[in-house]
């Protein structure tokens, strides 16, 4: 009977998830929210940073002379 070798491993680990760190200056904390792995900033160091919801108001002044 021939032995069988194992193939080696080429890429990642079967059913594992590449790990993703945070892009902040300063910041290399590990990305566990989807929305953040894939913009790859977390939500404190995201420079376009989104709300959430999308009934979010913000209160705003009038436009002075209109």
Do not use: K, N
Not at 27 to 43: A, K, V, W
Not at 47 to 64: F, G, K, L, M, N
Request: net charge negative; with cysteine.
């Amino acid at each position: 009977m021939a032995e069988q070798q194992q193939e080696t491993l080429t890429g990642p680990v079967p059913g594992l998830r590449r790990r993703v760190w945070c892009r902040g200056v300063g910041c290399h904390h590990e990305l566990t929210d989807p929305e953040s792995r894939r913009r790859g900033f977390g939500r404190i160091c995201d420079p376009d940073y989104r709300t959430t919801t999308p009934d979010h108001h913000v209160d705003q002044d009038a436009i002075p002379g209109l």
